[in-house]
């Protein structure tokens, strides 16, 4: 980097890079405060030059060969905002072995090729930096890998996926279902064509792998852990735990210490309406850690989006600047890890609910199923009493074992009596 | 500092300080794998060396002399840990001029002599860390100074004082006097034998002192803004504004750009429930960042303790030693800020509530006076009837220039139908 000027090449001229394109047009003044310097945006780089994105950019600067900034020798940091694995995955890697410092926010690639991204930057002495990958506009990265330093980390785990939280927000409020909140999302643009990324938990898996690493120094691929998405909640479950249980269902990625091994896992959860968790709603993203000495943290905002994502890569970009001969930690050096625990062996407090005909002895036979593999009930509700039909029971564990509550489920499911099989979800403990 | 090796000195081994000590105690693993260097605890001074302190403590490294730290060739590093203005000042001025880096928690110190503390550093090319100072754990500083550095700040502000939290929310909750929480609180050791710099707002104020600098690029002194305690706030108030309004009470610091002018302020508010920081209880803290294109962060944790507190200082400890060349920045280089509002200035929604006879008119004086002051109203109510004693009248205002309502405000006491002069509680909007 020269002295006095900072030149940036950006790859991906989509909705957040034209979000960047924005702060510069608009924040210039402060960016170049900030790091003393002027800091240009050089070069913009995208296969489509001439589709309006809707902000002042001068067309000079615009390019399709990704080679004006890969190997200028005048571009000192790339941003990568393409998404997606190929070519994203080529050109971060050539643009660390020209000596340029990456800033991106693909998290599906950076969760995937971890190692290789890091090793390669580390190799040519350049850095790397991801805060927008998680969290959008959040500051959860530099929080775990700085203030929180000299803390242990003992859990991270919140609500990552915008679009998820959005349906399971207006599905509580309006008691709609699944499909119907859905498709008003997409039309809303909250939810993408193809949702499956955003709801069966994709998403919020590969932010939780950042996170994991970062928190506790250890990389576990998504294939390892538990991921389900929120498909299959039925309004009725969401309005039972919200009146009678007092708790908001969110969509989590967990991960924690406990008992000797990491918990690592995507799910829906139900949570306590007095957690700070259960009143982030909408869009909205929060994220909680847990650290020996610090306690509990939140850190909440934005989780997508152009601008907030944007102003996490120009804040990369002014960091980058600022401290050229800062070491970037990638998380704790040495894993904190001694196992990954199976989602079997995670405990838990759960939420289960089925059909079953009204048939004396039923809830005996139930309960009894639950009593012989050690689960405790903390409370049990048969909604209405009908002879001819099957009616709805709910019942709430106490904590117990993942692996006893699946045997249980399996014998339940196999009575003739029940008739709708058991939705399980698991409730986040305080 | 060495390459291999760094020496702090710890000034202060009060509560705070001995949290310090448990983290070397307990994490020193930790912090030198994060730094790549052996990280040493190698003086801690204090007045007091033979009071247990509750943490193992090597008796070698204590010592009464304060010079064994300021005057000690072998200490990189210096953590001011006493409190107070005399001698931390001298202290914490002597170790910049003996070239040493140092780390604060000292809000009072630094809210009062800002620009001293930070030139002595910046004259002798050493750093000054003080995360700790605001928000105990919370990472308020690092995310408005390097995360958010893309962004104009529009507004910072947040419940700051966990005593006050506390103590709100036991009145909240328990429909208590001020007078009794306090006691309790005191008790508790959630408050100090003499509570007012916590209950009158000063702290806050000194902490909205330091976020306006690094938000703005301004630094406000004290005197300048008005600083309201939560002293005053009834029950009644409380219970009807949750009950009737949806309303929690806060002690809120506030600093916000609008209309061509800084507001700056700390007093009691009332937020609707609907807001994530009305949810913000007992002794924890929350700060709420409105960036122009991060949209609205909000940062929730412990705001005070020895062990959220030392976790802030000792992560300040690591960023210094990790990046000796970084380049610190202390807010905006320039002032965002055109001109600072006088409190008469400031636009709010308003709740006032007040005693009077049940006489004929006198609501229709009331209404008449708020009228003639160009106040509209959003809700009145008039809680019981009677025509031999004053009954409570509860006004919500619609947004109103401040100036307009105490003037309204003058006038309605003045009334003799009026028993018990107007409490005035200023509204969050969202």
């Given at each position: 980097m020269s002295?006095?000027?900072?030149?940036?090449?950006?790859?991906?001229f989509g909705t957040i890079g034209a979000g960047v394109v924005e702060i510069f047009n608009k924040n210039q003044d402060i960016v170049n405060q900030k790091c003393e310097k002027q800091v240009n945006l050089k070069k913009v780089a995208d296969l489509d030059i001439t589709t309006d994105r809707g902000v002042k950019i001068d067309p000079e600067i615009l390019t399709t060969d990704v080679n004006d900034i890969l190997e200028n020798d005048d571009i000192?940091?790339?941003i990568e905002l393409m998404g997606g694995y190929e070519p994203a995955r080529t050109f971060i890697l050539k643009a660390f072995d020209n000596k340029k410092h990456v800033i991106s926010a693909n998290k599906a690639?950076?969760?995937?090729?971890?190692?290789?991204?890091?090793?390669?930057?580390d190799k040519n002495n350049v850095k790397f930096s991801f805060e927008a990958s998680v969290g959008g506009g959040i500051p959860v990265l530099q929080t775990l890998n700085e203030n929180l330093a000299a803390n242990r980390i003992e859990a991270v785990y919140g609500i990552m996926n915008g679009t998820a939280n959005y349906i399971l927000t207006k599905m509580s409020e309006d008691g709609s279902q699944f499909a119907d909140v859905l498709t008003e999302a997409q039309e809303k643009g909250y939810a993408e064509a193809d949702p499956t990324f955003d709801i069966e938990g994709h998403d919020t898996a590969q932010k939780l792998i950042v996170l994991t690493k970062l928190g506790f120094g250890e990389y576990v691929e998504q294939s390892k852990f538990h991921v389900e998405g929120i498909s299959n909640i039925t309004p009725e479950d969401i309005e039972f735990a919200k009146n009678e249980l007092n708790y908001a269902i969110k969509l989590l990625g967990i991960a924690k210490q406990s008992n000797g091994g990491l918990e690592i896992r995507v799910h829906p959860t139900f949570i306590p309406k007095s957690h700070l968790l259960a009143s982030v709603d909408d869009v909205f993203n929060a994220i909680y850690i847990q650290g020996d000495f610090v306690g509990p943290v939140m850190l909440y905002g934005q989780?997508?989006?152009r601008m907030a994502t944007a102003s996490a890569v120009v804040g990369d970009c002014i960091d980058l600047i600022l401290n050229k001969n800062k070491k970037i930690s990638y998380g704790p050096n040495i894993s904190q890890v001694e196992k990954i625990k199976k989602i079997s062996?995670?405990?838990?407090?759960?939420?289960?609910?089925?059909k079953a005909l009204d048939r004396p002895g039923v809830l005996e036979t139930i309960t009894g199923i639950l009593n012989k593999n050690g689960i405790?009930?903390?409370?049990?509700?048969?909604?209405t009493n009908s002879e001819t039909q099957a009616v709805p029971i709910i019942i709430v564990s106490h904590e117990t074992k993942e692996?006893?509550?699946?045997?249980?489920?399996?014998?339940?499911?196999d009575l003739t009596d029940v008739k709708e099989k058991i939705r399980l979800i698991r409730i986040l403990e305080e």
């Open positions: 002295d006095n000027e900072i030149n940036i090449g950006l790859i991906g000192d940091i790339v690639l950076i969760a995937k090729h971890w190692e290789e991204l890091i090793s390669t930057a989780g997508a989006g062996e995670v405990s838990s407090k759960y939420y289960i609910s089925l405790s009930i903390e409370s049990i509700a048969q909604k692996e006893n509550m699946q045997q249980a489920i399996a014998k339940i499911n």
